[in-house]
């Protein structure tokens, strides 16, 4: 299984973002999908997750900026970040099962 994380990168505070996770080796679509985040000197927190029939479940923190989505036929989850904060900065990892994207960093600063 092998997930691949992209679309960090740095934007201004309130600005918008768009991760993708694309997934090999894996029936993708009868798996929820999750996605974390880890900022500098902090434990790995959960930010949201979509369950395989499209519930989304949020972290406190993110709902109602950030959205979690799907494509199955692409095997590809999306989390689209807006009104960004400094507090948004960390490395976003994906996550099915047991399985760890490698992280793409999303820096929040102006």
């Known amino acids: 299984v092998q997930l691949q994380a992209s679309g960090g990168g740095l934007v201004q505070p309130g600005g918008s973002l768009r991760l993708s996770c694309a997934a090999s080796?894996?029936?993708?679509?009868?798996?929820?999908v999750g996605w974390y985040r880890q900022a500098p000197g902090k434990q790995r927190e959960f930010v949201a997750r979509i369950s395989s029939g499209g519930t989304p479940t949020y972290a406190n923190s993110v709902r109602g900026r950030f959205t979690i989505s799907r494509e199955n036929a692409k095997k590809t989850g999306f989390l689209s970040m807006n009104s960004l904060e400094p507090e948004d900065t960390a490395v976003y990892y994906c996550?099915?099962?047991?399985?760890w994207g490698q992280g793409t960093l999303v820096t929040v600063s102006s």
């Open positions: 996550n099915i099962l047991s399985n």
């Open positions: 080796g894996i029936n993708f679509s009868i798996f929820s």
